[in-house]
């Protein structure tokens, strides 16, 4: 049976690498995959699937009103897919998460999906709380704080470093503006 699976972590652990590390397995066997991710912002190159090792890759771009799903099925008449790739998943919406959940029951095809747990405050995104809520198989993956414990948290900084703790969820183009931690350094950090 065709799974919905979530892989999940804080900024930095190498969810793109390990996507696009997968999408290569399944090219080398000339399988097909459907490679995902959010169109946030209009940034040259947006839209592309990239990592922080170097590995990049064109991709889909969802936004909230994408029918993921019928594009998906569409595809999929065309040539069989392996798989469906989802980069940057929080920002799936619900429905879109439930359309991610019918394409592994209905149309027997396997979805991974890739994303953060949770914001800057140590909120759940809602694509992440849909994915948590709803998917076969949850699969941590692990960035490491400078103190060498687990980072599972996301702290926004500002262009000086300083710590920040209010404003919107998604703040455009600051790949830069976050740092993972582990949650006690994350609160040290915004107690300054
Ligand atoms: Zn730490």
């Known amino acids: 049976m065709a799974k919905l699976y979530f892989y999940y972590a804080s900024m930095n652990a190498g969810k793109s ?14 399988m097909k995959v459907s490679l995902w991710t959010a169109a946030l912002d209009d940034r040259p190159g947006f839209g592309a699937i990239s990592s922080r090792i170097g590995l990049a890759s064109d991709a889909h ?16 008449k065309e040539t069989e897919l392996a798989c469906v790739l989802v980069d ?3 920002f799936l919406t619900k429905e879109q ?5 019918r394409l592994a029951d209905e149309a027997g ?14 909120e759940l995104f ?27 948290m996301n702290l926004r900084v ?15 183009g600051g790949n830069d503006r976050y740092v993972a931690m582990c949650r006690r350094h994350f609160s040290e950090a915004l107690e300054g």
């Open 17 to 30: 690498s390990t996507l696009l590390q997968t999408a290569f397995n399944y090219g080398e066997r000339g």
């Open 61 to 76: 771009r969802y936004e909230a009103d994408t029918d993921i799903e019928a594009r998906v099925l569409e595809e999929h």
């Open 88 to 90: 940057e998943a929080q």
């Open 97 to 101: 998460v439930w359309g991610l959940a």
């Open 109 to 122: 095809i396997p979805v991974l999906c890739y994303g953060l747990r949770t914001d800057f405050q140590g």
């Open 126 to 152: 809602p694509g992440s709380a849909a994915l948590l809520g709803i998917a076969d198989a949850l699969v941590e993956m692990k960035a490491v704080c400078d103190c060498g414990r687990k980072a599972t």
């Open 158 to 172: 500002d262009a000086n470093g300083k710590a920040v703790s209010e404003g919107a969820q998604t703040e455009i």
